[in-house]
C-alpha cells in the first residue's frame, strides 16, 4: 500500500521522500492514538476488593470514597486512586520490637518506651501491643501523616498516664485487665481527636514487671502479700463458719430456757391450783383435816416400832397395849368418834 501511494503521488511531483515523510506521520499518530486508547482504557477502570476502600484523588485532592466492586474514573494524572486493607487488624509494639518471629522467637526491648512510674513513685516495665483497624479511609489518608508513629506516641503517653494513677502492686497483680480497657479508652480518645480514622481494636500488655535489677526483691513482697492474703482468707472462712455456729448455738440455748421457763411456770400454776383446791377443801372440814394429818403423822413415825400405851395410875399389866396389832383398830375408833 505504501508503494502504491509513493508512486502515485511520485508520479504527480515526482518526489518519493515527501511521502515517505507523510507516511511516517501517519504511522506516528496512529501509534499514539493507540496507546492513548489503551492508557485511557486500562487506566479508566479500577477494581476495590471486598477487604478495601477506593479512595480517589482528582489531582491529588480528595475527591470520592468507592466501595468494593468496578468502578470508573479519569485516567492517571487527573484522577488516582488508593487502596487500604479497611478489614485487616494490624498490631504496633510498644516498649519491644519483634526481630525474628520464628519459631523460637526473639525480641528486642526498647526500655525508653517500657520504663514508667506508678502512682506509689515505683518504676515498672510494661510491654505492650496495640491491635487497630481503619474505620475511615479518608481520614486515615489524609488527616495524619505518619499512622503508626502518631498510635504509638498516643498508646505510650495514654499507658503512662493510666498506669501513672495506679499503685505497682495494682498493676503487678489484679489490675491488668482495667489497665488494658483504660488504656484503650483514653488511646481511641486522643486518636478520634486526631481524626485519624483508626479504631483501636484493643490493648493487650504482655509483660508487667519490676526492672531486673530489683526483680527479686518485688518477688519476696508479692509472695508475702500473697501469704498475708491467703491468712486474711482463712481467718474470714473460721469466722464464717464459728459466727453461725454460735448464733445456732446460743439461739437453741434460748429456745430451751423459753421452754424451761414455760415449764416451770406451768407447773407451779398447777401446783398452786391445786394447792388453792385443797385448802378449799380442807376448810369445809378443817377439824376432821387436821385430826387426818395428825393420824396420818402418827402412822408413818410408829411405823414398824414396837409400841406400848401404859396406863401410869394404873400398875396393872393388863392395860398395857400392844399397838403393833392395835394401832389400826385404835386409830379407827378415834376417827369414828370425831365424826361423830
Known amino acids: 500500500m505504501n508503494s502504491f501511494f509513493r508512486k502515485k503521488l511520485g508520479s504527480v511531483d515526482g518526489s518519493g521522500k515527501k511521502l515517505e515523510g507523510i507516511l511516517k506521520k501517519i504511522n506516528s499518530s496512529f501509534l499514539l492514538c493507540v496507546i492513548l486508547v489503551l492508557w485511557i ?16 484523588k482528582r489531582f491529588g485532592k480528595y475527591s470520592r470514597t468507592e466501595n468494593p466492586g468496578i468502578h470508573l474514573k479519569f485516567p492517571w494524572p487527573i484522577e488516582a486512586v488508593q487502596k487500604p486493607k479497611v478489614t485487616k487488624v494490624q498490631r504496633i509494639e510498644i516498649g519491644f520490637r519483634t526481630v525474628d518471629p520464628g519459631p523460637p522467637a526473639s525480641y528486642r526491648e526498647v526500655p525508653h518506651e517500657s520504663l514508667m512510674l506508678t502512682g506509689d513513685l515505683n518504676i515498672v516495665k510494661s510491654e ?24 504509638r506516641d498516643a498508646a505510650e503517653s495514654a499507658k503512662r498516664q493510666v498506669v501513672g494513677d495506679k499503685e505497682i502492686d495494682y498493676v503487678l497483680t489484679i489490675g491488668k485487665a482495667e489497665v488494658q480497657e483504660e488504656v484503650r479508652e483514653l488511646l481511641q480518645r486522643i486518636l ?21 535489677p530489683v526483680i527479686g526483691a518485688f ?27 454460735a448464733k445456732g448455738e446460743a439461739k437453741k440455748l434460748l429456745n430451751e430456757a423459753e421452754a424451761y421457763k414455760v415449764e416451770k411456770i406451768n407447773r ?4 398452786a391450783q391445786r394447792f388453792i383446791k385443797i385448802l378449799d377443801e380442807t376448810k369445809k372440814a378443817e ?9 396420818e403423822t402418827m402412822e408413818s413415825v410408829f411405823l414398824n416400832m414396837d409400841k406400848f400405851i401404859v396406863d ?14 392395835d394401832l389400826m383398830n385404835f386409830l379407827l375408833e378415834r376417827e369414828k368418834e370425831s365424826e361423830e
Open 41 to 56: 482504557a486500562f487506566s479508566s477502570f479500577y477494581i476495590v476488593n471486598a477487604d478495601e476502600q477506593g479512595v480517589v
Open 128 to 151: 505492650f501491643i496495640v491491635q487497630y483497624r481503619i474505620k475511615n479511609a479518608r481520614d486515615y489518608l489524609f488527616n495524619v501523616k505518619d499512622v503508626d508513629m502518631v498510635i
Open 192 to 212: 478520634d481527636s486526631y481524626k485519624s480514622g483508626v479504631h483501636i481494636v484493643a490493648v493487650q500488655l504482655q509483660d508487667v514487671e519490676p526492672p531486673r
Open 219 to 245: 518477688k519476696d513482697v508479692a509472695s508475702a502479700k500473697e501469704d498475708r492474703d491467703r491468712f486474711i482468707n482463712q481467718a474470714e472462712a473460721y469466722r464464717n463458719e464459728i459466727i453461725p455456729r
Open 268 to 271: 407451779a400454776q398447777g401446783e
Open 287 to 295: 377439824t376432821i383435816t387436821r385430826e387426818r394429818l395428825y393420824l
Open 312 to 325: 401410869s395410875k394404873s400398875r396393872s399389866s393388863f392395860n398395857i397395849i400392844n399397838l403393833r396389832g
